[in-house]
C-alpha cells in the first residue's frame, strides 16, 4: 500500500517505533549509525560556547554528540515533533545530568525565522522525513545566524540500477523489513524505501541548497554510497 508523506502519517510512524528505535538503530546497522553520526558531527565541527540545533532529534544521539563540543557556556536544542521519541531523548540526557540541552517538540516546518538563532544546525535522518524538504531547508536557513552551518546525514538516494542502489534496496528488503516484522513494525520500516525513492538525488541537494542561498555545499556519500552528508553554509 502506498504510505502519503503527511507529517501526521510520520509523526505517527516515529511515536509508534519510539520505544524500539534505538534498538532496531544499533542492530539493523550493526551499531554502523554511531559512526556515521559522529562524523557528521565531525564534520559539522561545531565549537565550544555556540548554540547547535539538532533537527529532527529523535532519540537524541546527535544533540548528546553535539553537546560534548559546545560545553561549556554553549546550548543544545534538540527539536522533533514525535513525542513518544523526544521522552526518550530527554532519559538519556538525564545521564549524565546536563544542563545545556534543550527538548522542544515542535514541528520544523511550522518553526519561524524568528524562534531560534544557531550558530549551526545538524539533522539526522531527517530531512527525507519532511514531506517538503525545500521548505524544510528554507526553514533551516531563517534559524541559522550569518555564516551558520548546517551538516545534513541521510540515506543516499543512488543512481537507479547502481550497485549502490541494488544493494540499498536487497538490504532493505531482505534485513531490515523481515527483522523489524519480529517486532511488528515491518509496515514503519518498509517506509524507508520508499521515502528515499521520494528524497532528492545528490545533484538535486545541492540545486536546491543553492536556489535557497546557501554557499559553500559540499556533498558526500559514505559507506560505499548507502549514506550520504551534505554540508551548507548561510
Ligand atoms: C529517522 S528519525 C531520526 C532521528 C535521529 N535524528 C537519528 O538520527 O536517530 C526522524 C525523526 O524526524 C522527526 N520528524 C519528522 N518530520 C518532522 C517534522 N516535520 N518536525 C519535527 N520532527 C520531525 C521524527 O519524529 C523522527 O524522530
Known sequence: MMFLRTTKNVKNIFNNVSYKYDFLNNLLSLGLHQLWKRKLVKLANPKAGENWG?????????????????LPNG????????????????MKSKIPKNNSIYWHNKD?????????????ICMSYGLRNLNDI????????????????????DFNHAREKSLADK?????????????????????EYSYIE???????????????????????IQFKTIFF??????????
Open 54 to 70: 539538532d533537527l529532527c532529534c529523535g532519540t537524541g544521539d546527535i544533540s548528546l554528540l553535539l553537546h560534548k563540543k559546545i
Open 167 to 187: 544493494f540499498q534496496k536487497f538490504y532493505l528488503r531482505n534485513i531490515v523489513v523481515p527483522i523489524s516484522s519480529i517486532f511488528k513494525l515491518s509496515k
Open 108 to 120: 520544523i516546518l511550522s518553526i519561524k525565522k524568528t524562534d531560534y538563532k544557531f550558530d549551526g
Open 225 to 234: 554510497g548507502q549514506m550520504c552528508i551534505l554540508l551548507v553554509q548561510k
Open 75 to 90: 546550548r543544545v536544542i534538540g527539536i522533533d515533533n514525535a513525542k513518544s521519541i523526544l521522552d526518550i531523548a530527554k
Open 134 to 153: 525545500y521548505k524544510g531547508l528554507n526553514k533551516i536557513y531563517g534559524i541559522l545566524k550569518e555564516d551558520g552551518k548546517a551538516a545534513f546525514l
Open 194 to 216: 520508499e521515502s528515499i525513492k521520494d528524497f532528492p538525488c545528490g545533484n538535486e541537494l545541492i540545486d536546491i541548497s543553492k536556489k535557497i542561498g546557501f554557499k559553500k
